[in-house]
């Protein structure tokens, strides 16, 4: 709710602003386009790249996908991020039922301590 302007009570049931705006609505449209580009349309087109690729080329193809442990335990205030890394997570689990024939492996590293997390995409205004 913060990427469209909107804080939520820590009960949950009240927010300030009580609506959200049409410049925060279209905030979190724009914002779920970015999240969505970076953590699911990068690696489907990686797959969509490589899958024939290693298929023909490889005697022992294999793909990893580098998510996070976000994508299966979200944390609060990273429903976009987490969503998007579930998205992809989901993609190359499908993938590897459809292409037994190649090793997908992922790695879900969890949170580490920086300022990275002060620039997530997914953030307040």
Same mark, same amino acid.
């Given at each position: 709710?913060?990427?469209?302007?909107? @804080?939520?009570?820590?009960? /949950? %049931?009240?927010?300030?602003?009580? #609506? &959200?705006?049409? @410049? /925060?609505?279209?905030? &979190? =449209?724009?914002?779920?386009? $970015?999240?969505?580009? +970076?953590?699911?349309?990068?690696?489907? =087109?990686? &797959?969509? %790249?490589?899958?024939?690729?290693?298929?023909?080329?490889?005697?022992?193809?294999? *793909?990893?996908?580098?998510?996070?442990? +976000? $994508?299966?335990?979200?944390?609060?205030?990273? %429903?976009?991020?987490?969503?998007?890394?579930?998205?992809?997570?989901?993609?190359? #689990? $499908?993938?590897? *039922?459809?292409?037994?024939?190649?090793?997908? %492996?992922?790695?879900?590293?969890?949170?580490? @301590?920086?300022?990275?997390?002060?620039?997530?995409?997914?953030?307040?205004?």
């Amino acid at each position: 709710m913060a990427v469209a302007g909107v @804080e939520a009570d820590a009960s /949950g %049931t009240s927010f300030t602003p009580s #609506q &959200a705006s049409l @410049e /925060g609505i279209q905030r &979190a =449209v724009d914002v779920s386009s $970015a999240a969505t580009r +970076g953590n699911y349309t990068g690696p489907l =087109v990686a &797959a969509v %790249t490589f899958i024939p690729l290693l298929t023909t080329s490889s005697p022992s193809p294999s *793909i990893l996908l580098v998510s996070s442990l +976000g $994508a299966v335990i979200p944390p609060p205030t990273r %429903t976009l991020y987490c969503s998007t890394k579930a998205a992809s997570l989901l993609l190359y #689990q $499908a993938l590897s *039922i459809e292409h037994p024939a190649i090793a997908f %492996t992922s790695v879900l590293p969890s949170t580490v @301590e920086g300022d990275f997390r002060a620039s997530a995409v997914d953030s307040g205004p």
